[in-house]
């Protein structure tokens, strides 16, 4: 076993356990479907004395990230997502040609080309060989590596420190936490600031979010958690935004401890009294999470075995990571949804991990006129339900899992 990524602790208790599931994102060839895939166990894990909830590393980040199926150029929320806060970080951090931004975790330069369009110098850091040359192909200069101390020292060397450093969705995909964010300290000039989002552990337990485990989120993430690591490395968060993406993220920002320009907002205990009164410093708050996710695969299953009993043919949308849990740990497979669909090329073709199940082009529901459509990227279901409206004038219907079934 090892010990707390936080803490050091070996005091840790299983919260929820998904059983065995392969890597979410290692979709298979047609080829590789007379291969056998390696299952992982999933069980998530809370720290008895800080409070960390975390997975157990099975699967090195050299076998999960270096080749990646994820662009985030794809989803044209997200894309808006990235292009609002570019906006709104150039005002208020006063951002120009004579500061540089370094974005960890860049991945095809999504955020960073909003920086670069407004004549910001960037730099990007993103280890998956594939997403990182669609990168550098679109003109944002980029590292392909990990971000650590090393690549953090050869910056400072090269005299790279960094004005605005932009770390999204990366923090609960690090094994090495204090090794990441003593590098973030490294490399931040003294009057620089960093910002970091991550899903927050609050909504993910409240909503039963437990879709969002997988092998890949090595940690999930309270406020005070957070707090307690970066001040191991000499830094403060200083201000905290509470946002809709992924389910319920927070949007921390962080300065150097002796940087006094940075007062600690109000928002910041606010959010925290919100962890304390919920009771998330107390192991009772974690309890209830395997029997929620349990009812949530057995009201599914109920469903879809009625749906398929009446006649009624079920596919997915979205062939997202957090599908892959739902998909392994309920055990569909064709039986019950017949095909997925997904916008993105690199998955067409291809099939879900574990469950096999074959990924079209959206084009499909139109052609095939199913009766449901499970979205599986819950997060992203207005933008869904919105593209694929079309349904509806066959009768056909929408179908989300998570936080409880929901037919609409
Ligand atoms: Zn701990």
Same mark, same amino acid.
């Given at each position: /076993?090892?010990?707390?990524?936080?803490?050091?602790?070996?005091?840790?208790?299983?919260?929820?356990?998904?059983?065995?599931?392969?890597?979410?994102?290692?979709?298979?060839?047609?080829?590789?479907?007379?291969?056998?895939?390696?299952?992982?166990?999933?069980?998530?894990?809370?720290?008895?004395?800080?409070?960390?909830?975390?997975?157990?590393?099975?699967?090195?980040?050299?076998?999960?990230? $270096?080749?990646?199926?994820?662009?985030?150029?794809?989803?044209?929320?997200?894309? +808006?997502?990235?292009?609002?806060?570019? +906006?709104?970080?150039?005002?208020?951090?006063?951002?120009?040609?004579?500061?540089?931004?370094? +974005?960890?975790?860049?991945?095809?330069?999504?955020?960073?080309?909003?920086?670069?369009?407004?004549?910001?110098?960037?730099?990007?850091?993103?280890?998956?060989?594939?997403?990182?040359?669609?990168?550098?192909? #679109?003109?944002?200069? $980029?590292?392909?590596?990990?971000?650590?101390?090393?690549?953090?020292?050869?910056?400072?060397?090269?005299?790279?420190?960094?004005?605005?450093?932009?770390?999204? *969705?990366?923090?609960?995909?690090?094994?090495?936490?204090?090794?990441?964010?003593?590098?973030?300290?490294?490399?931040?000039?003294?009057?620089?600031?960093?910002?970091?989002?991550?899903?927050?552990?609050?909504? /993910?337990?409240?909503?039963?979010?437990?879709?969002?485990?997988?092998?890949?989120?090595?940690?999930?993430?309270?406020?005070?958690?957070?707090?307690?690591?970066?001040?191991?490395?000499?830094?403060?968060?200083?201000?905290?935004?509470?946002?809709?993406?992924?389910?319920?993220?927070?949007?921390?920002?962080?300065?150097?401890?002796?940087?006094?320009?940075?007062?600690?907002?109000?928002?910041? *205990?606010?959010?925290?009294?919100?962890?304390?009164?919920?009771? /998330?410093?107390?192991?009772?708050?974690?309890?209830?999470?395997?029997?929620?996710?349990? #009812?949530?695969?057995?009201?599914?299953?109920?469903?879809?075995?009625?749906?398929?009993?009446?006649?009624?043919?079920?596919?997915?949308?979205?062939?997202?990571?957090?599908? *892959? $849990?739902?998909?392994?740990?309920?055990?569909?497979?064709?039986?019950?949804?017949?095909?997925?669909?997904?916008?993105?090329?690199?998955?067409?073709?291809?099939?879900?991990?574990?469950?096999?199940?074959?990924?079209?082009?959206?084009?499909?529901?139109?052609?095939?006129?199913?009766?449901?459509?499970?979205?599986?990227?819950?997060?992203?279901?207005?933008?869904?339900?919105?593209? /694929?409206?079309?349904?509806?004038?066959?009768?056909?219907?929408?179908? $989300?899992?998570?936080?409880?079934?929901?037919?609409?």
């Amino acid at each position: /076993m090892s010990p707390c990524r936080c803490c050091g602790s070996f005091n840790l208790l299983e919260v929820l356990s998904l059983g065995v599931s392969p890597l979410a994102n290692s979709y298979l060839t047609p080829e590789e479907l007379q291969n056998p895939e390696p299952f992982y166990p999933l069980d998530l894990k809370l720290c008895a004395d800080c409070y960390m909830a975390q997975l157990e590393v099975c699967v090195s980040p050299n076998e999960i990230f $270096t080749e990646y199926a994820y662009f985030s150029s794809w989803s044209t929320s997200w894309l +808006e997502h990235a292009r609002q806060f570019a +906006e709104k970080t150039i005002a208020q951090f006063a951002l120009n040609q004579n500061t540089r931004v370094i +974005e960890i975790a860049s991945n095809d330069g999504y955020l960073l080309q909003y920086f670069k369009e407004r004549g910001i110098p960037v730099l990007g850091i993103e280890p998956a060989t594939n997403v990182a040359a669609a990168a550098i192909e #679109k003109g944002i200069p $980029t590292v392909t590596a990990f971000w650590n101390l090393e690549l953090a020292d050869t910056l400072v060397q090269q005299d790279k420190k960094a004005d605005f450093i932009v770390a999204n *969705n990366v923090l609960a995909h690090v094994p090495d936490l204090h090794g990441f964010v003593e590098a973030l300290s490294r490399v931040m000039k003294p009057e620089g600031i960093a910002t970091l989002e991550f899903p927050h552990l609050y909504q /993910m337990i409240n909503q039963c979010q437990f879709d969002t485990i997988y092998h890949e989120h090595y940690s999930y993430f309270s406020l005070f958690v957070v707090c307690r690591v970066f001040a191991a490395h000499g830094l403060k968060v200083f201000d905290v935004e509470e946002l809709s993406t992924h389910g319920g993220s927070l949007r921390i920002y962080v300065a150097l401890d002796r940087n006094s320009r940075y007062e600690i907002s109000p928002r910041v *205990n606010r959010v925290l009294q919100k962890e304390r009164d919920a009771g /998330m410093m107390t192991s009772a708050y974690y309890r209830d999470f395997a029997k929620k996710a349990s #009812k949530v695969k057995r009201d599914l299953l109920t469903f879809l075995i009625d749906a398929k009993e009446k006649g009624k043919r079920c596919v997915g949308y979205g062939a997202a990571a957090k599908g *892959n $849990t739902l998909l392994n740990y309920c055990g569909i497979r064709t039986d019950f949804i017949e095909y997925v669909v997904d916008r993105s090329i690199a998955k067409q073709g291809k099939f879900t991990p574990g469950t096999r199940i074959p990924i079209f082009s959206p084009e499909r529901i139109a052609e095939g006129k199913p009766d449901y459509v499970l979205i599986l990227p819950w997060n992203l279901r207005e933008e869904i339900e919105e593209q /694929m409206g079309h349904i509806r004038k066959w009768g056909g219907r929408f179908l $989300t899992a998570i936080p409880k079934l929901t037919v609409f």
